[in-house]
């Protein structure tokens, strides 16, 4: 009776580690997916991070450039003419012109409305 006892604990000590075992590799493998999804959360955050920033960069470099831009172009149309001939459409459409890509199309139209204006 007492080998039988030992026999049956024996068993049940060896299907508790199986069972151990078992949940230690699922835990394992859970873990890794939850850690890999938590890099690639983190990698695209920083990516968005460094995305936003150059944005910032960018819109703060094309601000002070159309900012220079347009400085230049008062300075030159109160040379030549008194404040009060300034008109703000033309200092719309030359603001416009700058911040375009198509430059060259943009300095037709401006040159077409009046004085003959160029884009520095």
Known sequence: MSVERLNQSSDRI??????????EELVSQF??????SARRSCMLINKMIAIDKSKKVLSSMSRRMTRKQVDRWRTRTNAHASSSEFKPSKFKVLVKA???????????????????????
């Open 98 to 120: 700058i911040t375009t890509q198509n430059k060259a199309h943009w300095a037709s139209i401006i040159s077409s409305a009046g004085r003959g204006c160029r884009l520095v």
């Open 14 to 23: 060896k299907e508790s580690r199986r069972a151990m075992l078992e949940t």
């Open 31 to 36: 873990l890794k997916i939850c850690i890999n």
